[in-house]
């Protein structure tokens, strides 16, 4: 599988799939997670669209740079930027989810000519008071020095019993199991420095940009993730181009909880945002 190698030797493991001549598409996974999440969907996907999937730096097979502010949302976006250049795609659609959807709404903030649509799953635009940003950046280096103390295991079990996840009780037993083995295959160095680059602590708070962002945007949020769906109402009152889904039965991982749910809603999106290419 092919490494894209940044000009100072960080290295962003991809994949792609769907043929050259198709209008692209890059998905970017959450916290603790890899490509692997987006599997089923970029499959289905791939049928139209030319998808590109990447590990984040510190997750997976990328990268883990010693600075963390290297895995920040400026440096990642601007890597970002020049691997879907490198494959021919100067303007793509971009879908994230959590992590992933915040730095998703990041990129499409700094760089809204580079996109023909966004998709943002259970995503933020920060914490807009200065004192939250504080204590959650504290937080997150609490959590940081725990993952490099207690290890990865204890992480995969302890993230699992978090109420953000009770939707994966629902999960097949397989998925499940996939979930945790995905979190537990991580590095404690990775996620210890994602969490200090790239936490929702140190994520600019992008709320005062929403109104000029004119980019077509989708907002997914499971309708029993209640503090993620108040925030994507707001988001959508906020946004000129943008339209809310909340899928049913499903808590922070619509893509995971209601896969064929959340697929349609992509796929009709991407559809509807094409003509304007």
């Given at each position: 599988?092919p490494?894209?190698?940044?000009?100072?030797?960080?290295?962003?493991?991809?994949?792609?799939?769907?043929?050259?001549?198709?209008?692209?598409?890059?998905?970017?996974?959450?916290?603790?997670?890899?490509?692997?999440?987006?599997?089923?969907?970029?499959?289905?996907?791939?049928?139209?669209?030319?998808?590109?999937?990447?590990?984040?730096?510190?997750?997976?097979?990328?990268?883990?740079?010693?600075?963390?502010?290297?895995?920040?949302?400026?440096?990642t976006?601007?890597?970002?930027?020049?691997?879907?250049?490198?494959?021919g795609?100067?303007?793509?659609?971009?879908?994230?989810?959590?992590?992933?959807?915040?730095?998703?709404?990041?990129?499409?903030?700094?760089?809204?000519?580079?996109?023909?649509?966004?998709?943002?799953?259970?995503?933020?635009?920060?914490?807009?008071?200065?004192a939250?940003?504080?204590?959650?950046?504290?937080?997150?280096?609490?959590?940081?020095?725990?993952?490099?103390?207690?290890?990865?295991?204890?992480?995969?079990?302890?993230?699992?019993?978090?109420?953000?996840?009770?939707?994966?009780?629902?999960?097949?037993?397989?998925?499940?199991?996939?979930?945790?083995?995905?979190?537990?295959?991580?590095?404690?160095?990775?996620?210890?420095?994602?969490?200090?680059?790239?936490?929702?602590?140190?994520?600019?708070?992008?709320?005062?940009?929403?109104?000029?962002?004119?980019?077509?945007?989708?907002?997914?949020?499971?309708?029993?993730?209640?503090?993620?769906?108040?925030?994507?109402?707001?988001m959508?009152?906020?946004?000129?181009?943008?339209?809310?889904?909340?899928?049913?039965?499903?808590?922070?991982?619509?893509?995971?909880?209601?896969?064929?749910?959340?697929?349609?809603?992509?796929?009709?999106?991407?559809?509807?945002?094409?003509?304007?290419?």
């Open positions: 599988m490494w894209f190698e940044a000009a100072d030797g960080q290295r962003l493991w991809y994949q792609v799939e769907g043929a050259d001549d198709r209008p692209a598409v890059l998905l970017l996974h959450g916290f603790a997670q890899t490509a692997a999440t987006f599997d089923a969907l970029a499959a289905r996907l791939a049928e139209r669209w030319r998808t590109v999937r990447v590990d984040l730096y510190g997750h997976g097979r990328s990268s883990i740079p010693d600075d963390p502010a290297r895995l920040g949302w400026e440096p976006g601007r890597d970002l930027e020049a691997l879907m250049g490198f494959l795609a100067d303007r793509f659609a971009l879908l994230g989810y959590s992590m992933g959807g915040r730095l998703a709404l990041d990129f499409a903030c700094r760089r809204p000519g580079r996109l023909w649509a966004l998709v943002l799953e259970s995503a933020s635009p920060g914490l807009g008071d200065a939250e940003r504080a204590r959650r950046r504290a937080d997150d280096e609490a959590l940081a020095a725990a993952i490099e103390t207690r290890g990865v295991e204890w992480f995969a079990d302890w993230w699992a019993s978090l109420p953000l996840f009770a939707g994966h009780a629902r999960l097949d037993p397989a998925v499940r199991a996939a979930v945790r083995a995905m979190r537990a295959g991580q590095s404690a160095r990775g996620l210890a420095q994602s969490l200090r680059g790239a936490g929702t602590g140190v994520q600019a708070d992008w709320w005062p940009h929403l109104a000029r962002l004119a980019v077509p945007t989708l907002l997914v949020v499971g309708a029993d993730d209640a503090k993620y769906a108040a925030i994507n109402r707001r959508a009152a906020a946004l000129p181009a943008a339209r809310l889904v909340t899928v049913p039965e499903s808590g922070h991982t619509p893509h995971l909880e209601q896969p064929e749910r959340f697929t349609a809603a992509v796929a009709a999106h991407l559809a509807a945002a094409a003509p304007f290419l």
